[in-house]
């Protein structure tokens, strides 16, 4: 299964135009959007996390922490992969 995330991004004349990518692009491959995947998605751990903390029905608690802990994963597996500096 292939994941695709939609990105907006401001470029010049290209300001605020969407961006669609699949994620991660290949190291070394232009897609003309810049994104840094891996502090979008413990951006997104975090909102999941938040939710979790509101949420009363445990199984859903549950499902967001889940949701979290998916997130950074695919976020730490991103910074493995990327060359060092």
């Known amino acids: 299964m292939q994941i695709i995330w939609w990105a907006r991004f401001s470029d010049g ?11 991660p692009a290949p190291s070394g491959v232009e897609t003309g959007c810049h994104m840094d995947w891996a502090n979008y998605l413990r951006d997104e751990a975090a909102k999941y996390r938040q939710l979790a903390e509101a949420a009363e ?6 499902e967001l922490l889940d949701l979290a802990a998916v ?15």
């Open 71 to 85: 997130c950074e994963e695919a976020a730490n597996d991103i910074e493995d992969r990327m060359p060092g500096g």
């Open 13 to 23: 004349n290209q300001r605020g135009s969407a961006c669609r990518r699949m994620a």
């Open 57 to 62: 029905d445990l199984s859903i608690k549950q």
